[in-house]
T-cell receptor, first 114, second 115 residues
């Protein structure tokens, strides 16, 4: 079984500040890990994914995430927040078990203050 | 359009009624997924199609829920005898069908409200 825990349902940062959104996963097999972003009235969009190549993954819009097996974590960061980053962010996990279904966390809503 | 299209964007129905939700995937995408997102939660997997067949329907909550994809493109999610607990946003996603580590393309969803 797989699961994802996102610590903090709401995170608020100032514009220009570091963004850190936390994700911990549970998987009995090597995982594939994803971050998706959901802007208001839009579908989820892939920010980045980890697929067992480099542990530090760079995504769109200046976001990156680091896979840490020892900590079972895949936290999302961005050095400097922009107002346009305000959205809901979802961490998700899948694996090579034959199932294609993604298991999502409950999401973190990022608010960026001017 | 080039993206995944879901219709209607909003559906209000009464308890006990039947509803159909439609998904038009990106052209050429062989894989199609349905997820359900309740308020304050992440999407939950319902069913996955590879081509015309349902390769994994383990997420369907009960036999009131059914989905089809007869020609391997458009899919319809059907809910019989709707209940208030079925109220949620129903999301459709499509992909090239290359494996569990591939990117999914999501539609904007159908907000279903059961009164």
């Amino acid at each position: 079984a797989q699961s994802v825990t996102q610590l903090g349902s709401h995170v608020s940062v100032s514009e220009g500040a570091l963004v850190l959104l936390r994700c911990n996963y549970s998987s009995s097999v090597p995982p594939y890990l994803f971050w998706y972003v959901q802007y208001p009235n839009q579908g989820l969009q892939l920010l980045l994914k980890y697929t067992s190549a480099a542990t530090l993954v760079k995504g769109i819009n200046g976001f990156e995430a680091e896979f840490k097996k020892s900590e079972t974590s895949f936290h999302l960061t961005k050095p400097s927040a922009h107002m346009s980053d305000a959205a809901e962010y979802f961490c998700a996990v899948s694996s090579d078990t034959g199932r294609r279904a993604l298991t999502f966390g409950s999401g973190t809503r990022l608010q960026v203050q001017p | 359009g080039a993206g995944v299209s879901q219709t209607p964007s909003n559906k209000v129905t009464e308890k006990g009624k039947y509803v159909e939700l439609r998904c038009d995937p990106i052209s050429g995408h062989t894989a199609l997924y349905w997820y359900r997102q309740s308020l304050g939660q992440g999407p939950e997997f319902l069913i996955y199609f590879q081509g015309t067949g349902a390769a994994d329907d383990s997420g369907l909550p009960n036999d009131r829920f059914f989905a089809v994809r007869p020609e391997g493109s458009v899919s319809t999610l059907k809910i019989q005898r709707t209940e208030r607990g079925d109220s949620a946003v129903y999301l459709c996603a499509s992909s090239l069908g290359q494996g569990p580590n591939e990117k999914l393309f999501f539609g904007s969803g159908t907000q279903l409200s059961v009164l």
